[in-house]
């Protein structure tokens, strides 16, 4: 069984960055498509950045230029830098990782952390 754990996140200013892991044991990130979802209140659970096991990254518009995914193999982590913070950046923050290349169901999901960006 995987077990995905996140950390990071965390209550920052407009403007400011901040870089979320996370944590893979149970199971190798590389040979899985890695994603960072969010969720805001009252709003569905979205996909904001997604790394294939080739390295190929792909980002929401909203995201696009601001957030940066990456997978460290050696520590079988993954990371989601955010920069350039906005308020509508605040939600909940998942890591999950899927068999599938078309990002049609997730295989495993971490807790969440959140984050929050005070305008």
């Known amino acids: 069984q995987a077990q995905l754990v996140e950390t990071g996140g965390g209550l920052v200013q407009a403007g400011g960055s901040l870089r979320l892991s996370c944590a893979a044991s149970?199971?190798?990130?590389?040979?899985?498509?890695m994603g960072w979802y969010r969720q805001a209140p009252g709003k569905q659970r979205e996909l904001v950045a997604g790394?294939?096991?080739?390295?190929?990254?792909k980002y929401g518009d909203s995201v696009k230029g601001r957030f940066t995914i990456s997978v460290d193999n050696a520590k079988n982590t993954g990371y989601l830098q955010i920069n350039s913070l906005k308020a509508e950046d605040t939600a909940v923050y998942y890591c999950?990782?899927?068999?599938?290349?078309?990002?049609?169901?997730?295989?495993?999901w971490g807790q969440g952390t959140q984050v929050t960006v005070s305008s």
């Open positions: 999950a990782i899927t068999k599938s290349t078309t990002w049609d169901y997730v295989d495993y």
């Open positions: 149970g199971r190798t990130l590389r040979t899985y498509y």
């Open positions: 790394l294939t096991s080739g390295g190929s990254a």
